[in-house]
């Protein structure tokens, strides 16, 4: 049923770790060029400039902790915490080589730790500077707070994250069917 989906275990086609690396180079440059325009182009706390009318704003903002300024004040912990993540997946990916999907997927949760970590050790906060006025809507009718302001790094963590449960949970499933 679930034919052509990789496993988390396949290990038939090992990626080179030249892809991760250069995925990582290549994410970690894209959040960092960001962060530095936002830097120099948009007031901090100011009011959201529409980029895509609805979806996405710029509005320049700075945080100390994680999502949702939770831990804040910690900047700097936070920092080492996350560069350890970033590259402790890049070494597991260095000694036990994964199939593509996976290692692209190490790669981007890798990249926004690092890019986020830079952050915190350069500046002991991470510059935040995209605002999405949908979801922001969807969690103050849950929750009654807006959806935090967020940047390249972050969305690499999270996109990262989903697909890792994705997988996984496909994977799962797999075995279960030919069991």
Avoid at 59 to 87: D, K
Avoid at 90 to 102: D, G, H, I, K, S
Avoid at 135 to 164: E, H, K, Q, W
Wanted: with cysteine; hydrophobic share 55%; charged share 10%.
């Amino acid at each position: 049923m679930l034919r052509g989906v990789p496993t988390l275990t396949d290990r038939s086609r090992r990626t080179p770790l030249w892809l991760p690396l250069l995925i990582v180079a290549l994410l970690v440059a894209a959040d960092q060029a960001l962060k530095s325009w936002a830097l120099a182009t948009l007031q901090p706390y100011g009011t959201a400039q529409p980029f895509i009318p609805g979806l996405l704003d710029w509005q320049l903002t700075f945080n100390t902790g994680a999502a949702w300024s939770l831990f804040s004040g910690s900047a700097v912990p936070l920092a080492v915490g996350r560069l350890l993540v970033g590259l402790g997946l890049l070494v597991y990916l260095a000694v036990r080589p994964q199939p593509r999907l996976l290692s692209v997927v190490l790669a981007m949760i890798a990249a926004g730790a690092i890019g986020n970590a830079i952050d915190g050790l350069r500046q002991g906060k991470v510059t935040d500077m995209l605002h999405s006025p949908l979801l922001s809507s969807v969690t103050r009718a849950l929750y009654g707070d807006g959806f935090p302001i967020f940047n390249i790094a972050d969305i690499c963590v999270v996109m990262g994250t989903i697909i890792l449960i994705v997988l996984s949970l496909l994977s799962e499933r797999r075995a279960k069917a030919s069991a």
